[in-house]
């Protein structure tokens, strides 16, 4: 029997010294949360707000709670799915526990300890920072804490504290079931699941089939599921799950039952066909890693976007702010989610959503450009942390691969293959979960990341579109991509003081919501204005801007989405930065603004990753009058399904008039195979529009596609050519 | 104390059936060698005998010897540092041990089981084979069997089994040192070694300075040393060792005693400098792995070769075997060798040899060229086997880098980052050797193995020779590159019948001692006639093709080991392949004939891996009368002693005249730092000659060199282009 507790807390400055005063506290949740409550400060979302915040989390908060012993005589236990940061756990002001991690469980038996009613305290110690980091993220490169807290460009600097996952008293019979593991192989073939039950004491064993009917019952510690129903990511099959219960009979009564799901599926990551060509020349180096899903045997096409908090504070995550996100993705005909390790790892209640759905989850550690140290204590750390997160994971079947963290071996984090907290989560990965691959960070050899706007100033691409720059990348897997847009004004409104509102500038709130300075100090990210005068013209209206920006972000994110499918075999994942945010942004690359709300992009991308559509390959966004407009055409397929042909009609809509270039009847697509068509190629006209749409419309209405793309009449063309002589 | 039995041994085509009689038996040893001395067989080494040697690792075979109980109570243990392959012990026909794995090493108590004599037997089951694979390396791909005894283009087949490594009975007191471990820490300054002691019965402890001083005594389990000797490799310093003894006192009297020689050295693999700039380009990749050895804080270029197995009887390697070899690596300026994973680990003596030497090891466990399984059973032999080979290893200096075999991420073994032999060792190199960098293979991301052979016939590079390619080539490390030169005609007369002698063709005498069909069946690896015939005309005699072949090979690995020396810092390795041999080849790429006679490239790679001297890149190796000589002058140095600057002198001499270009006066060298010279330019006079050297002429001579290049006067190149036409 669980029971919650009344929590309260209060801060003091110093270790030694006790609060002066409580206040009410919300568990799970975050110190910060009550105290601002308690204090009346304003709401953080808006304006500036957030920096009010400031320095809270440099205070010891000590809560506080009643314990009763158990009055029919059951033993007692406190439980806590996960305390942040480090802390001491006290009864009656003696020390029964001290840790440091909030990945970790904590279970505690209090049955001898506790009087008829006890005071339990936590003391939540200030958040870990490198004592002689800058004031960012770096402060967080020796600890477990999740960086993106500590300030990012799309994320305040808010590092929350406190009690954030399901934390209660529980009390239980005198015998309990203490350890009830299931785990499983699959036999070569996917025709036998061998489950493996790990238990201590007597337990009565029963696995129940997907659709309820008992399958299997033993008091054995293993037993065998002949054509086991697998579990499939969505789009490829039914994400079937096996119940399993355990009971403890004491004298002949069930005195304890646990109950789990299992989902039985066979995740690898293999290499492309192909890949084994390269390299070809001598000296000869090895050829790429890995990347590319396989699924039961099943090669799937990875099609997804990155996973950020969906709250600041991590306490405030819950199934009913999962749900509708998760159902998102899937509505999106994506079948992955990397969970970034820049944030927290999620609650269960996260991966139970994704199991359900079919989502797979690339699950990451929390460690984030940054240089993680070969520090004993930080490993030691990390070693308890990140055995807690893989035993906890590794039961969901949507958990397909594992990842050590973000962009360690780039310039800006200096970690390397050699570097002893990335061995060490390598070697636990292949103690508790070998069967699921492990990649050391994101970007490996072959991937990429980037870009994150829709044309770049500067670099060696700068002046070239992102359409254009994809005609020619070569990558085995698109794990980070992003195109910014500004949020709609009705979320301006809620984020940005009224004054502020017709036109963004740099003011604090604007700042703050990252509409400037987000990725450099000078930098126009992520509203970037520059870019869309450029592109529309000066003096937009806010709405324009908006509008505008929507476009870039829609035309942008369907291009590399598109693009990284055509280049299957070779390229195997396309993951767009970033799925959601934890706050209204005033401009983000998301496709979805907090908590839930889709963007334009959303839908363009949802489009995009359509099982099977038809698409086509443009060279680039801007186009002039009396310009030969060329474009391939493809049926893009990642679908094992059986499929027909068809038809597609190319049209150009331009200054209100439809023009029909082709019909080209496309043959069945093979399983997972897309189709090359006909290259459509058109001489633009010169007329006063500032834009034109290719239309691919099918006889089969749920293949047809638009691209709208920016056009220039003679004069403007003119104008521009003038302006860059 | 320590006795030697007398070992016979006999052979039987099944298990169960004992052999009809036995032999005597060398321990340690192999069962062929035994085998053939018993049946008279003629010698392997000349023409194709070694045939005669296929099949006998079919068979079962069993060794045989008495023990004895000890006469004054002393416990008896039989201990054996290898058992080569899979095998059981059985004492009076009864089975007490049964093991798969020739690196692990055995101890057995017996003296419960003995009576006053008893039948010791071990029985050697048949070599690994795959059942399914061809007859060739790909047989062990299941086994911890080294694979190059299965075959490769520079060792015959010939797979041995039986006793490998000392094997004896050991008498001991009641009591002896059952544990006795020592590791240690350095300091992130290298200023103390925290040194801790693994034991567990009370035992003293003393070290003693690499002077033979006491420099601590204790019976703790740990203890500081300030300011340790490091160890440093050849070229860097002393490869100081301090000697450990550990003393189990037992009634005031010493009853067992042990001596142990610890190094102090700290081995990173850290990124070069600059090497964080790449990649530039979005989407972004992943900056090089590291591959530059930093050894106690200072970057050290990593100069030396590919050992194999120096004799094709792993049994047959001794601390006699060893020393000749390692020294010459000393005195050759090497300071690395890596000992390749096609072949065995190592007997203890060759790493006390590298220790003493100060030659690193690059440790590489039995894995090469297949695709060792993510197989349950193979996966739990390579665990044993893995330990067993790092705790041995891990206690040397020398051994700075572990590497999970050869080639393995290629495609022709098409292992990746996700098999699970390769995951697993580097698990248990963490858990183990935390310290000491691991990588999965070799080659790589930015590494290269190749090229092979002075010139490719076919290609991209083709008809370019090795100095043109190596102009343009750009890695972090060239760990495998190989020059191939044929052997004397004194080691010709001792493996090649006579009649065959006078040239090679085509016979199984040639071909069975790699002159023909090395490489490929059809190739003319490694005698490589038709490159020399291009090179030098036909009709040459074998004299000419020793002496020919020889050139080539010297400056080919000329050519590469300085090209890799001034793409220092981004390249910070170069090893060519191979240093040794396990016979007497007919042609080779090896440095040294079997077992330990210089090649003249021996010489020429001792000249390139001075610390310093006067260097030229050469961008080709044939030159035509009247075109335009051009070199680039260098002063190669990886020493970090004080230089003095000083002036080369460069002379071409031709048609026995002697040229001076110019002078150079170079300052004095940066520690670990070239220079770069001038560009020598001169116009080739047409004149009657076959070739010409340029020499580099230093007012200090150890800094001189010399490359000897061809030369075609007008009249070839005038036939030489009409032919071509």
Redesign the interface.
Known sequence: MKRNLEWKVGRSSNKSTPPDCFYTATVPGAVQLDWAKATNMPDYTFGDNVKLYDGLEDFYWTYQATVKKSEDNKRCFFVSEGIDYEFEILLDGKLIHAQEGMFSRVELELTDKIKSESLLEILIFPAPKRADAPVDRSQADHSCKPAVSYGWDWHPRLIPLGIWDETYIEYRNAEFIQNADVTYTLSEDLSRADVKLEFEQDLLWKIFAPDGKLVAETRDNKLAIENPLLWYCNGQGEPNMYTVTAELIVDGEVADCKHMKIGFRRA????HDGG??EP????????N??ITLELNGRVVFAKGANWVSPDIFYGRFSKEMYEPLVKLAKDANMNILRVWGGGPVNKESFHELCDEMGIMVWAEFPLACNKYPDDEHYLDVLDVESRSIIKRLRKHPSTVMWCGGNEL???WS?M???S?PL??L??NC??LD?HT???P?S??????????VFE?FE???AGRDVLN?MQE?K?TA?TE?GMPSPSSPEIIAQIIPENEREYPSRTSAWITHHAFSAWTKEGDCWICLELLEKYFGKNLTYKQIYECGSWLQCEGYKAIFESARRQKPMCSMALNWCYNEPWLTAANNSLINYPALPKPSYYAVQASCRPVFASCSIPKFTWNAGELFEAELWILNDSYDNQTGGSVNVVIEINGERHQLLTWDFPTPEPNKNIEGPVVRWRLPDVDVKEFTIHLESNDKSLNSSYRLKFQPAEVVEETNAMNV
Chains 1, 2 share one sequence.
Request: aromatic residues 16%; glycine residues 10%; charged residues 20%.
């Open positions: 690898r990551l293999i290499v084994w060509v070809v020349q001598f000296p000869k180096s090895r050829s890693p890995p071996f780039n310039n200096k390397t293959d050699q002893l061995r060490l390598g070697k292949y103690e070998k691959p492990f990649i960070t970007p490996i050899m072959g991937m990429g990341h980037g870009n994150y770049y670099g060696a691409d720059i990348r990558m698109y991509f």
